[in-house]
């Protein structure tokens, strides 16, 4: 059994996923890491690697089987989870459709994706939680505040926070954050906003990734959190 602290967290090939992992593994946690694209997750577990103790697979986190897998590295590997970022999300198509333009088909992948899977992967992995694990789920000012064309992501993330909320009450031994790391210069805020000039947002490791440590590191009680409540803290 390492005496290291272990963190699992989904998405992590890119954007915010893969800069929250760099900052652990620069602390020297040990990774389990997963990501859709394979090369891309090679070339982020080569790239931490280099600084830490690192496990990727490959995989989909609707796909039940996938989420087994993270399990059973948990499993051979002896490692126990002090913190759980649910990362990975689905954006939908883009452009970003009216609700009721929306294709059912691709609604069911982004509420599964962004509500179900972070359920069901905790489900997984819940014999290996250690006592007072951090379990983060990302989410968004989308959902908390109504977009047009936003529907299907915003609801999927109002349902996420909600969901932690319950999860915090009836696990009062964890501690299950819902995170809003704000607008961030990535892939996705690219896609939800196609051709736009995006330069102006901030990188995950400015604001969001620091705001994240200061949840880790600190002392905070079950709940929603923003990136922008903890900027002064953290500046």
């Known amino acids: 059994m390492t005496s290291k602290k272990t963190a699992l967290i989904t998405g992590a090939s890119r954007g915010l996923g893969f800069s929250l992992a760099e900052s652990l593994a620069k602390k020297g946690w040990n990774l389990l890491i997963n990501a859709r694209n394979a090369n891309q997750l090679f070339s982020a577990k080569n790239r931490l690697g280099e600084l830490t103790k690192v496990i990727a697979i490959a995989g989909d986190i609707r796909d039940e089987i996938h989420l087994l897998q993270l399990a059973e590295a948990l499993e051979k590997n002896q490692w126990s989870i002090d913190l759980l970022v649910n ?12 609700l009721l333009d929306h294709p059912i088909d691709d609604l069911h992948v982004v509420l599964h994706t962004n509500m179900i899977a972070p359920i069901s992967i905790l489900q997984k992995v819940k014999p290996y939680l250690n ?18 064309s ?9 349902g996420l926070d909600h969901m932690t909320a319950i999860l915090g009450k009836e696990n009062p031994e964890y501690n299950f954050y819902s995170f809003d790391p704000g607008d961030m210069r990535t892939e996705m805020l690219q896609a939800a906003f196609p051709g736009m000039d995006i330069t102006d947002r901030p990188l995950p490791t400015e604001h969001a990734v620091p705001a994240m440590i200061h949840l880790i590191e600190g002392v905070f009680p079950s709940g929603r959190y923003t990136a922008r409540s903890f900027k002064k803290q953290t500046a």
């Not at 990975?88 to 459709?97: D, I, N």
């Open 131 to 148: 006592a007072n694990a951090r379990i983060i789920n990302v989410s968004s000012d989308a959902g908390a505040e109504a977009y047009e």
């Open 150 to 158: 936003w529907g299907a992501y915003g609801g999927s993330k109002a």
């Open 87 to 98: 990362n990975a999300s689905a954006l939908g198509v883009s452009p970003m459709p009216r």
